[in-house]
């Protein structure tokens, strides 16, 4: 496993102090948006019965039980996080669900424990500006997938219609750290942001939809799409491994 920057031991810290609210604080945050904004992702991922997925940084396991609906009895889902306690969250989730076809392990985003070709489609929600290196991390989910198989990547984004922009910064910068305060209660982690301020300030330098576009292509990836959502305040990038000749 990589070794641990500063980033990483603040963002593993963070998601194991928010796990138990993790996914109250996304509805809320989200307006109750975010299961259709996951629907829309999952008919991106070409996944059907008997499919094999995976869900990088799958936190406490919302989007993989979607996924295991979707692949059916026949299929399966593997979820990966490096958030003990996100995984301890998925797995009461699972403890008492009828799924059986969910397995969920610790590990990096950045070093994925899995063999080249291993996967139908991967997918990842709200993560990527919490890695430390965005373009290994799409280029380690094309990796593990199949050629011809799908990385689906869903992220915070700017709106760009300028009106649209201004009540999304209002909303994302100033608004969600105020609602935060009900998990996080404005305590510092590590002497920095709270978990809640950290989550908008994340968005300040992560690159915007074209330069994310680009990073998926410069991964392997082709038929390189992406789609906003929810008036631009998020965007679902889709990308196909190169089937070689």
């Not at 958030?83 to 008492?96: F, G, H, T």
């Not at 009828?98 to 489609?121: H, R």
């Not at 290994?136 to 050629?147: C, G, L, N």
């Not at 649209?164 to 209002?170: A, E, M, Q, S």
Request: proline share 4%; net charge positive; hydrophobic share 40%.
């Amino acid at each position: 496993m990589n070794q641990i920057t500063n980033k990483d031991r603040y963002v593993h810290k963070l998601f194991n102090s928010i796990a138990e609210d993790y996914d109250r604080m996304n509805l809320l945050m989200t307006w109750g948006m975010l299961p259709r904004w996951q629907s829309f992702m999952l008919n991106k991922t070409g996944l059907k019965e008997g499919g094999h997925g995976l869900d990088v940084c799958c936190g406490t396991g919302e989007l993989a039980f979607k996924i295991a609906k979707l692949v059916g009895t026949t299929g399966k889902i593997t979820g990966l996080d490096f958030s003990e306690n996100m995984l301890a969250v998925a797995k009461e989730k699972l403890a008492v669900s009828a799924a059986k076809n969910i397995n969920f392990i610790q590990g990096d985003a950045l070093e994925l424990p899995f063999e080249e070709n291993s996967f139908d489609a991967a997918t990842n929600g709200f993560a990527l500006r919490n890695v430390t290196d965005i373009p290994k991390a799409i280029r380690e989910m094309a990796r593990v997938v199949k050629p011809g198989g799908k990385v689906v990547c869903l992220e915070v984004s700017r709106p760009q219609n300028p009106l649209l922009r201004l009540g999304f910064n209002i909303y994302f910068f100033k608004i969600v750290p105020i609602i935060g305060r009900l998990v996080d209660k404005g305590k510092t982690i590590d002497n920095k942001y709270p978990a809640y301020t950290w989550l908008p300030e994340s968005l300040k330098t992560f690159p915007d939809q074209e330069k994310l576009k680009a990073i998926f292509w410069g991964a392997g990836l082709e038929q390189v799409q992406y789609y906003g959502l929810g008036a631009g305040a998020v965007t679902v990038h889709v990308g196909t491994k190169t089937i070689k000749d």
